[in-house]
């Protein structure tokens, strides 16, 4: 449970770090790492609202869902600052 629960923060990292450099954010690596793990729990959520189906375990499908919700979360950050 708790290594699968590092394994999905490590993944959630890699999306921030992916969406970051997408979104062209100057927030660092630790806040683009931070709001990528957040991100991939709101792709997930939002993914499921639109009735999207993608394979929950590590796939590129994942991956991409993940990207997706952490370029949402830089974004609304980004709004928020302003």
């Keep these: 449970m708790?290594?699968?629960?590092?394994i999905w923060v490590v993944f959630g990292a890699l999306?921030?770090?992916?969406?970051g450099r997408l979104m062209g954010?100057?927030?660092?690596?630790?806040?683009?790492v931070i709001l990528g793990i957040i991100g991939s729990v709101v792709g997930g959520f939002a993914a499921g609202l639109l009735?999207?189906?993608?394979n929950e375990g590590f796939s590129l499908a994942s991956l991409i869902?993940?990207?997706a919700g952490a370029?949402?979360?830089?974004?609304l950050v980004r709004k928020v600052r302003k």
């Design 15 to 19: 999306a921030g770090w992916i969406a």
């Design 51 to 54: 009735g999207i189906r993608y």
């Design 65 to 67: 869902v993940a990207v």
């Design 2 to 6: 708790i290594v699968n629960l590092l």
């Design 25 to 32: 954010s100057s927030a660092g690596f630790i806040a683009n």
């Design 71 to 75: 370029c949402i979360v830089i974004f």
